[in-house]
């Protein structure tokens, strides 16, 4: 079986159409449905129900796709890897992901592909919006906090980090006078990354404090701006410890007490296995998983 069948016949798969799959490859309809009617010749079974939304895979498939899948995305990933150490892989890279997570701890990542030429473009958005832009192509690499559902997406983890309850030191030292730490810690203002108290609700879970009927005072999707708030002494929040830490070293901001413990949220890179064709997106996923890694923000 040769490798662009392959590649054929998994984007078909991922995709349940063949006009989909040719869109993304590049290809005719009739091209892709020759790909596919080869390798059913080879295996000398069918490997897709057609109907008029779209196909669906047949048991054969199934068994096909789990054989070779990930193995295909990971051989095509390092072909491109390599072809882009021997070649001018000069170009535009789009990436999504938190506002944040960009300038705090990716921005400086990015240093050696901006050297070898590649021009980088970063766009902020939510898990919602980095899906999107991610399989409509685009973007061609996301980072988000949340892992990917999406079976068309693949991901690793690139960086781990610890979640803190932070406030000015005026407002911890009036939650830590109160008589009822829990009761204090819900009458202060709240500054939330979303209405759904992301971040916030598993720490007042893991901590026994209720989160029922809690509403924060401000929502915004960019934490920079609540910890500005936070640093004049307005309210409290929990946030990665990369975008506290610096202020919390200053004095200006300080940990909140965890009567259980707090937490660590981790970050993934994601991306479109057939993003992974093209050299510049290969080296650069490569380049930032190396630099990263599962660890690096442990």
Same mark, same amino acid.
Not at 205 to 214: A, D, H, P, Q, T
Not at 252 to 281: D, F, H, K
């Given at each position: 079986m040769s490798l662009s069948r392959m590649r054929t016949f998994i984007e078909v798969y991922r995709q349940r159409s063949i006009s989909s799959a040719a869109r993304s490859l590049n290809l005719t309809q009739p091209a892709v449905s020759q790909h596919i009617s080869g390798l059913e010749v080879v295996i000398g079974r069918p490997l897709f129900e057609r109907s008029p939304s779209g196909v669906k895979p047949t048991s054969a498939a199934d068994e096909?796709?789990?054989?070779?899948?990930?193995?295909?995305? !990971?051989?095509?990933?390092?072909?491109?890897?390599?072809?882009? /150490?021997?070649?001018?892989?000069?170009?535009?890279?789009?990436?999504?992901?938190?506002?944040?997570?960009?300038?705090?701890?990716?921005?400086?990542?990015?240093?050696?592909?901006?050297?070898s030429g590649i021009k980088v473009r970063l766009h902020t958005g939510n898990n919602d919006l980095i899906t999107s832009l991610l399989?409509?192509?685009?973007?061609?690499?996301? !980072?988000?906090?949340?892992?990917?559902?999406?079976? /068309?997406?693949?991901?690793? !983890?690139i960086f781990t980090n610890k979640v803190l309850p932070v406030a000015s030191p005026s407002v911890a030292?009036?939650?830590l006078a109160a008589e009822k730490y829990d009761e204090a810690i819900r009458s202060e203002p709240l500054l939330a990354y979303n209405l759904e108290l992301s971040l916030i609700d598993h720490w007042? !879970?893991?901590n026994r404090i209720s989160v029922e009927g809690l509403v924060p005072?401000?929502?915004?999707?960019?934490?920079?701006?609540? /910890?500005?708030?936070?640093?004049?002494?307005?309210?409290?929040?929990?946030?990665?410890?990369?975008?506290? /830490?610096?202020?919390i070293a200053k004095g200006e901001l300080v940990e909140l007490p965890s009567p259980i413990g707090t937490r660590e949220i981790q970050y993934y890179l994601l991306w479109l296995p057939s993003a992974l064709r093209q050299a510049r997106v290969a080296h650069a996923r490569q380049s930032l998983l190396s630099q990263l890694g599962y660890d690096a923000g442990s």
């Amino acid at each position: 079986m040769s490798l662009s069948r392959m590649r054929t016949f998994i984007e078909v798969y991922r995709q349940r159409s063949i006009s989909s799959a040719a869109r993304s490859l590049n290809l005719t309809q009739p091209a892709v449905s020759q790909h596919i009617s080869g390798l059913e010749v080879v295996i000398g079974r069918p490997l897709f129900e057609r109907s008029p939304s779209g196909v669906k895979p047949t048991s054969a498939a199934d068994e096909l796709a789990a054989d070779i899948g990930d193995k295909l995305d !990971v051989a095509e990933a390092a072909l491109s890897s390599a072809r882009a /150490r021997s070649m001018d892989i000069e170009g535009v890279l789009q990436i999504v992901g938190y506002g944040g997570f960009l300038e705090e701890i990716l921005s400086e990542q990015l240093l050696p592909l901006l050297e070898s030429g590649i021009k980088v473009r970063l766009h902020t958005g939510n898990n919602d919006l980095i899906t999107s832009l991610l399989l409509e192509g685009h973007c061609d690499l996301g !980072v988000s906090a949340q892992p990917v559902f999406d079976t /068309r997406l693949k991901s690793e !983890v690139i960086f781990t980090n610890k979640v803190l309850p932070v406030a000015s030191p005026s407002v911890a030292e009036r939650l830590l006078a109160a008589e009822k730490y829990d009761e204090a810690i819900r009458s202060e203002p709240l500054l939330a990354y979303n209405l759904e108290l992301s971040l916030i609700d598993h720490w007042l !879970v893991k901590n026994r404090i209720s989160v029922e009927g809690l509403v924060p005072a401000m929502v915004s999707q960019d934490l920079r701006s609540q /910890r500005k708030l936070l640093v004049k002494g307005f309210g409290w929040s929990v946030m990665p410890e990369f975008l506290c /830490r610096e202020q919390i070293a200053k004095g200006e901001l300080v940990e909140l007490p965890s009567p259980i413990g707090t937490r660590e949220i981790q970050y993934y890179l994601l991306w479109l296995p057939s993003a992974l064709r093209q050299a510049r997106v290969a080296h650069a996923r490569q380049s930032l998983l190396s630099q990263l890694g599962y660890d690096a923000g442990s």
